[in-house]
């Protein structure tokens, strides 16, 4: 019967709340372990994408634009007398009634147990070895191309992973070049991969369009940190102006003729002579009105074709590149505890030999096998103890240990429970606890350590505040004047005076 329009927005309707009510149950079921909890996200993620799909196809029908659902109504609910619209709906209820005695196998379809089976199914979920089902990244590919690059320097894997998201140290000239721009962009797609595998239930477009307003907003101020209050053309040090001859530039020396023609986007390469000659040409002719065959080729950008080697377009290429590694650190932040295991894995494996390391593979492997299986058995847990790596119960003695048994609650983080006092204590650089202090328009400083009410928050920023205003300078009362005489007046009392005739 979900020929006609109306019985197919019944019917999605009906979907729609069958696919919530079964995503809210299985968000209630608790894990057994880590591997299960990651199918669980997995499966919810792809009820989440039925909703979407099928709320797209509501839209559609209501949209109405063949207008067939407008025909349907006038013809079947509509009538110009109450007597005629009781005529239509009885003539109606006989037409469903020959439809189902002729065919009685469709008198109930239902979907529930094709929504029933997305429970039981198991997500397909491709990992590499190095990856561990998750638990570490693997960026030795990443790891190899930033070594053999330009703006890269020789180090251990470990150390690489340790300082992966410092851009900070790679200077602006190798910012500028097509090869830093390609490593960025596989680092967005691997890291941006992994957290899809990981974490399906992030929405990652969404991080990324609020992490672009807030770049389109602080590219304009000059704020975006690492790249300076002025754009890469101004911060040359060369004035044309104070030089008439090309003779004059060529003693400048190549490394700084070269430095100079790269931020306006020039070529710069060939001889000393040839580099002055071509950085001269800017003293009478403005950039934009320079010969194309004087620039050097910019990154462009994969949606944009049509980009120009001119100056805007550089300064639009550097803000992609700007954007590129807001991106990459954000991504870095929701990864955290992942880069800290992946770097006390890479130190481990540093002291392993490799038949150790091949039996702690097979070990690995051997688990994985058996764990499909233990997961189907119920595990008797009666204190409810926190699930190890192994998706066992943790001894009783390290629950004591770390004391997991003490809750903290954050009113900060919207009353946000954590269990012991290490995750207590590590949350505060969280970004939980971030965006409660943003929200309260209160910077995440280590003064505010170790509070969690959002009136002792307030309360400690306004002693911060008035104290900061007690401290700063005022010349009116701390400057200090001396007359003929030798007499020290601060600069109110001195300017009175002066005023008056008396000094």
């Given amino acids: 019967m979900a020929s006609t329009v109306l019985e197919a927005t019944r019917a999605a309707h009906e979907d729609l709340e069958r696919l919530e009510r079964l995503a809210v149950r299985e968000l209630q079921r608790d894990p057994a372990n880590a591997r299960d909890r990651l199918f669980q996200s997995h499966r919810v993620r792809h009820m989440l994408d039925l909703v979407?799909?099928?709320s797209d196809k509501l839209v559609e029908i209501y949209e109405d634009k063949d207008s067939a659902r407008k025909d349907e109504i006038n013809t079947h609910l509509t009538a110009p007398t109450q007597s005629l619209l009781f005529n239509k709906y009885y003539e109606r209820l006989k037409e469903i009634r020959d439809y189902h005695r002729r065919n009685p196998s469709a008198r109930f379809v239902s979907t529930t147990d094709d929504y029933e089976e997305l429970l039981k199914e198991e997500p397909v979920i491709e990992f590499t070895g190095e990856e561990a089902f998750g638990r570490y990244l693997d960026l030795h590919e990443l790891?190899?191309?930033?070594?053999?690059?330009?703006?890269?320097?020789?180090m251990e894997y470990s150390a690489y992973v340790g300082c992966f998201s410092q851009t900070e140290k790679i200077?602006?000239?190798?910012?500028k070049t097509r090869q830093y721009r390609e490593y960025l962009e596989h680092i967005l797609e691997y890291l941006t991969s992994f957290l899809y595998r990981t974490e399906p239930l992030q929405d990652v477009e969404k991080i990324f369009a609020k992490l672009e307003s807030e770049v389109q907003e602080r590219w304009a101020n000059g704020e975006v940190?690492?790249?300076?209050?002025?754009?890469?053309v101004e911060e040359s040090e060369i004035d044309l102006d104070y030089y008439s001859t090309v003779e004059e530039l060529v003693e400048l020396g190549p490394e700084k003729l070269k430095q100079a023609l790269a931020a306006?986007?020039?070529?710069?390469?060939?001889?000393?002579?040839?580099?002055?000659?071509?950085?001269?040409?800017?003293?009478?002719?403005?950039?934009?009105?320079?010969?194309?065959?004087?620039?050097?080729?910019?990154?462009?950008?994969?949606?944009?074709?049509?980009?120009?080697?001119?100056?805007?377009?550089?300064?639009d290429d550097l803000k992609e590149i700007a954007l590129m590694e807001v991106k990459m650190k954000r991504l870095c932040e929701l990864l955290d505890e992942?880069?800290?295991?992946?770097?006390e894995n890479a130190e481990k494996k540093l002291t392993l030999t490799y038949e150790e390391m091949e039996a702690e593979r097979e070990e690995e492997e051997v688990q994985a096998d058996t764990e499909s299986d233990d997961e189907e058995q119920q595990i008797y847990n009666p204190l409810k103890l926190p699930m190890g790596w192994d998706g066992k119960p943790i001894p009783y003695w390290l629950y004591k240990l770390h004391g997991l048994g003490q809750e903290f609650k954050c009113e900060i983080c919207g009353n946000h429970s954590y269990w012991g006092r290490r995750a207590y204590e590590r949350h505060f650089k969280e970004w939980r606890h971030q965006h409660g202090m943003r929200c309260l328009g209160i910077p995440n400083t280590k003064n505010f350590n170790?509070?969690?009410?959002?009136?002792?928050?307030?309360?400690?920023?306004?002693?911060?505040?008035?104290?900061?205003?007690?401290?700063?300078?005022?010349?009116?009362?701390?400057?200090?004047?001396?007359?003929?005489?030798?007499?020290?007046?601060?600069?109110?009392t001195y300017t009175d005076l002066q005023r008056q005739g008396l000094i």
């Fill in 52 to 54: 979407v799909s099928t």
């Fill in 143 to 154: 790891y190899n191309e930033f070594i053999n690059s330009k703006f890269g320097t020789p």
């Fill in 171 to 175: 200077s602006q000239s190798h910012k």
């Fill in 225 to 232: 940190p690492g790249w300076g209050n002025k754009s890469t």
């Fill in 264 to 315: 306006r986007c020039l070529k710069s390469g060939g001889t000393v002579q040839q580099r002055a000659e071509r950085l001269f040409l800017l003293k009478h002719t403005p950039l934009e009105q320079l010969d194309r065959k004087h620039f050097a080729k910019v990154p462009r950008t994969k949606d944009d074709s049509n980009v120009t080697s001119n100056g805007n377009n550089f300064k």
């Fill in 338 to 343: 992942v880069f800290v295991r992946t770097k």
């Fill in 450 to 492: 170790e509070i969690t009410s959002i009136d002792e928050a307030k309360g400690l920023w306004e002693k911060i505040q008035s104290r900061q205003g007690l401290n700063k300078w005022r010349p009116d009362l701390e400057e200090e004047y001396e007359d003929q005489e030798g007499n020290i007046y601060n600069k109110k």
